[in-house]
């Protein structure tokens, strides 16, 4: 009988390797079973959870693939293929600011995950071993920012005094350590087998080797979760293009191009030919917007599946030790 | 053992530290310093450490501004009414998602759910325009019936009902995961036993989960009080043209376009300045509460 019930709560410390098991959970024996109309309230709200989310995005996708005819129809609410064409995306990637904005999106992501990475994973093992010289006070003075910080302003003068304004580094390099993540990353690596690393020291290895060898490879789960947070992260960043990049459209990320439609409706600024304004296209506005929309979602989904299974253990010791 | 010998011995770890304190020295402590700009008639030709003093007067100006007062009188309502429309929801989502038994159907409503989080808010923001906006799909459906439009997204009115559901579509499935794991830590023969001494399921919700789950909620509610004057930023930034800054403007919002836009910068950093510290003794006194309710808080006592 205990056997049962802790077999059957037995879902939650999972730990990060293990594999998903589809089963279903068992009611325990003492519990009534749910009424019809209980169970049927609860399906109900979770199905509109779950449409709440997923409606608007099949929403979004399905205007961007439609022709002008097919979402007049719709009345502007495209729920089912209908007169479907790619013309939106032959258009916005083809002409126009989007398509170069996408690769300035890829290369800001690639190259700011691979700096904050590398500079977080450096720095969590360099302050996960206990009894190193001086690892206290380095973590204080780490730990201390994530409280005090000087603001918007003093931040923005000094990236700016630096000669920040219209370079790629000022997107990258200011935000580019999360004390957070860091904290994430050295509770993991302190909890790495301390007689891995000692075996490893015997055989010869140094830190360099270590981190790399032993404490790398034996982390994984973490290091996806990480680097997906950054990668999310500048992904998605578009407010220090606007502290420091403003008026140098050639330099704009995706994202501070879906702003420029967002704020300013179907015309972007430096969208010469072609762009969201022309008027004898065959297009809809709607499947343009809406296809820029979309573009920026894709690498997010894309990704999304491979690291979803790490995440939640990731989170929670971030949730939890940090 | 000597220290010359421990720094030699870990050097390398130091090299390793290196970069991070260095990018953290350059990118969050030179900007400490200089928050005496907000003291300053700061000229950037002169710099902070040559510009002129003006002791507290960019805080009188600041306390004389109509301007910022109604931004402070914004972020506090638009904080209460997300602490009493959003801090709910998460809860009520995690007690529901843990009483769904098929694993395979609670996985599934998890990665749905969890998605929005990693969504930009420029990107939540162009969907809900898509459906709610003038041009959007539940207009198009009003006029097919001959309603008449609705604009939620630019009504200065619904404004804060607005934020706030697009902030629970954004993160309130992101927000279970701690409450979640608060569930799965609570022990299975509680809930046996109480439900042999013949308490039913509600009994049982209020008796073992909810007590299971205070430290956590409390937490959170701690976390949440203590962050009272930062109810989000890009949100407010990107949706101000829409329904103007008397509703949309925060006290963020007003340092940015009061200081950076305006090109007033001492102006702008004193306004950062009174938030910061405003904010400091309220996550200060949200802990003292969270001791007083003999919850941890964010440090044990």
Redesign the interface.
């Known amino acids: 009988m205990?056997l049962t019930?802790?077999r059957?709560?037995s879902?939650?410390?999972r730990s990060p390797g293990a594999r998903?098991?589809?089963?279903?959970?068992?009611?325990?024996v003492?519990?009534?079973k749910?009424t019809a109309l209980g169970q049927g309230l609860?399906g109900g709200?979770?199905v509109l959870?779950?449409a709440?989310?997923?409606v608007?995005?099949w929403?979004?996708v399905l205007?961007s693939l439609s022709t002008p005819g097919a979402i007049n129809r719709a009345?502007?609410?495209v729920l089912w293929p209908d007169g479907l064409t790619v013309d939106a995306y032959r258009q916005i990637l083809t002409d126009g600011p989007v398509a170069r904005s996408i690769l300035v999106s890829l290369a800001i992501t690639v190259v700011g995950t691979a700096v904050s990475m590398?500079?977080?994973v450096?720095?969590a093992?360099?302050?996960s071993?206990s009894r190193?010289?001086?690892?206290r006070p380095?973590l204080l003075?780490?730990i201390i920012?994530m409280?005090?910080?000087?603001?918007?302003?003093?931040?923005?003068?000094?990236?700016t005094?630096?000669g920040g304004y219209g370079r790629y580094w000022a997107l990258i390099?200011?935000?580019?350590?999360s004390?957070f993540n860091?904290l994430v990353l050295r509770a993991f690596y302190s909890s790495t087998a301390s007689d891995l690393i000692d075996a490893a020291r015997i055989d010869g290895a140094?830190?360099?080797r270590i981190?790399w060898s032993v404490v790398l490879p034996t982390s994984r789960a973490v290091t996806a979760v990480i680097t997906l947070f950054y990668a999310?992260g500048y992904?998605?960043?578009?407010?220090n293009v606007?502290?420091y990049m403003p008026t140098e459209s050639s330099k704009w990320p995706l994202?501070y191009v879906?702003?420029q439609?967002?704020?300013n409706g179907m015309t972007i600024p430096g969208a010469s030919n072609g762009g969201f304004g022309s008027l004898q296209t065959q297009t809809a506005p709607?499947s343009l917007?809406?296809a820029?929309?979309v573009l920026?979602?894709v690498p997010?989904?894309v990704v999304?599946?491979f690291l979803?299974k790490h995440f939640?253990a990731g989170?929670?010791t971030g949730?939890?030790k940090g | 053992m000597n220290w010359r010998i421990r720094l030699r011995r870990d050097r390398s770890l130091l090299l390793m530290a290196l970069p991070a304190v260095a990018l953290l020295l350059v990118f969050s402590y030179v900007p400490l310093f200089g928050l005496i700009t907000a003291f300053e008639h700061y000229d950037p030709l002169d710099g902070v450490l040559n510009s002129q003093w003006a002791g507290f007067d960019q805080f009188r100006l600041l306390f004389q501004d109509p301007a910022f007062w109604a931004s402070l009188r914004n972020t506090l309502w638009l904080s209460f009414v997300q602490l009493i429309l959003f801090f709910p929801v998460p809860i009520a989502l995690a007690l529901l998602l843990n009483s769904v038994l098929s694993e395979r159907l609670r996985n599934f409503i998890q990665s749905v759910v969890y998605l929005p989080h990693f969504f930009s808010w420029v990107l939540v923001i162009a969907i809900f325009q898509q459906m709610l906006g003038g041009a959007g799909a539940l207009n198009h459906f009003l006029a097919r019936h001959d309603l008449g439009p609705w604009d939620i997204m630019t009504n200065p009115d619904t404004f804060a009902l607005l934020v706030t559901g697009q902030t629970v579509w954004k993160e309130a499935g992101w927000s279970i995961i701690v409450f979640l794991a608060a569930l799965a830590a609570i022990d299975p023969n509680l809930y046996e036993a109480s439900a042999v001494d013949g308490a039913g399921r509600w009994r049982r919700m209020w008796h073992i989960t909810l007590p299971g789950m205070r430290g956590v909620i409390v937490l959170m509610l701690v976390l949440r009080l203590g962050n009272t004057l930062s109810v989000g930023f890009e949100q407010f930034l990107i949706q101000r043209d829409a329904v103007g800054p008397e509703a949309a403007d925060v006290l963020d919002t007003f340092a940015y376009f009061y200081g950076i836009t305006a090109g007033n910068y001492g102006y702008g950093t004193a306004a950062g300045l009174f938030k910061s510290v405003i904010s400091l003794l309220l996550i200060w006194g949200a802990n003292k509460l969270a001791h007083a309710f003999g919850e941890d808080g964010l440090y044990r006592k």
């Open positions: 205990t019930l802790t059957t709560h879902r939650a410390p998903r098991s589809g089963r279903n959970r068992r009611r325990p003492w519990e009534d749910p609860k709200v979770l959870v779950v709440s989310v997923m608007p995005l929403i979004v205007t009345g502007g609410m590398v500079v977080s450096l720095c093992y360099g302050l071993r190193s010289f001086g690892h380095i003075l780490l920012t409280f005090v910080s000087g603001g918007l302003i003093p931040t923005y003068l000094v990236v005094g630096l390099l200011p935000g580019a350590v004390v860091i140094g830190d360099w981190l999310v992904w998605n960043a578009f407010f606007m502290l994202q879906l702003l439609y967002v704020n709607q917007q809406m820029v929309v920026t979602l997010i989904v999304y599946p979803q939640r989170m929670l949730a939890i």
